[in-house]
């Protein structure tokens, strides 16, 4: 009995999350409360669906269920490359219209089709976060390792999702569909929240859009112009590229600007950010996020051994938002804790 009602207690909880994110009216956060509203819409309706069976919810529930993976396709991809949304990617949805549309005179196989959407972009979502040299350009880059376990995370959730349609698909092909509000309850109690969470996590992460001169704007136009261009840097151009990088960041020390990221690295440097990434994967084996991080943590250190503030005020005055990523990156880079360091090397 408690799976009935489950789909209405996520859809409340899902719904509050969205009235937050949009109270905050954060300007990275639209696509996120866009993406919650669906959910909320979606799970109410799953509820109403299974609650009172009525055929109006029957034909809206495939399609809202079609537009989430795109939804969260879009969200990720707008924290990579701002407004690279292809308009193929409503072809599913459209076609998952058509069809709800056109039932019972044109039944085309809705399940197969939702179970192989799913699939695709929890594929895709998880490959996106694997590939050394695409970072998200758009999201800060002491957030870069949480954005991409929260890619991850989100493509996970798209593949479990994939396997509850399944699940369901099975159920009523053998057993009549007597286990469908239980697995259909599984689903919107874990999946969907978390995936909500992921979305979130993502749009938290990427850096507002920053303003600059008219000058700079001019000059900002240019890594754009060339960005999509992909090609293999010899060595030597890569090394270029890393000692206008080291320039940059040692003499007007942009690493101390807490929402840096690729995209503001590029404009900044008048260097396409696709190949800034490849050319530090290039020549150090590490992300862009990594090294940046690197130029912080040493300020850390000197700020540590020369000064008495706080390790709270330094960890801010290094470039660094956030407590737990300081202590993560210092201990990658010096192996020993920030109060450790300061016990070992104060003067």
Known sequence: ????????????????????????REETTPSAFVFIALCTITTTVVGLRWTFDYPLFRFFQPILASCIPVTAWYCFANAHQRHR???????????????????????????????LLYISYGVALIRASYR???????????DIDQALKAERL??????????ID???????????????????????????????????????????????????NKEET????????????????????IDQIDTLLTKTEVFLDPDLSLDRLARKACIPARQISNAINQIYGRNVSQVVNEYRIERAKQLLITTDKPITQIYFDSGFQTKSNFNREFARVTTQTPSAFRRSNKQ
Request: one cysteine or more; proline letters at 8%; a negative charge.
């Open 85 to 115: 949304f292809r308009f193929w990617h409503l072809l599913p949805p459209v076609f998952v219209f058509l069809g709800s549309l056109t039932y019972p005179f044109w039944q085309p196989p809705l399940d197969p089709l939702l179970t």
């Open 154 to 163: 989100a493509g996970t959730m798209l593949l479990m999702s994939a396997c």
């Open 166 to 216: 399944g699940a369901m698909a099975i159920d009523f092909s053998f057993f009549a569909g007597i286990h469908a509000i239980h697995i259909l309850a599984i689903g919107h109690a874990i999946l969907l929240p978390m995936l909500a969470i992921a979305v979130i996590k993502i749009s938290l992460s990427i850096a507002p859009n920053m303003t600059e001169t008219a000058n700079q």
């Open 132 to 142: 050394v040299t695409n970072i998200p350009e758009q999201v800060r880059l002491s």
């Open 1 to 24: 009995m408690i799976a009935i009602p489950l789909p209405f207690v996520v859809a409340l909880l899902l719904g509050i999350l969205a009235i937050l994110l949009f109270i905050r």
């Open 222 to 241: 240019t890594p754009e112009e060339h960005n999509n261009r992909t090609y293999q840097q010899t060595d030597d151009e890569a090394r270029t590229i």
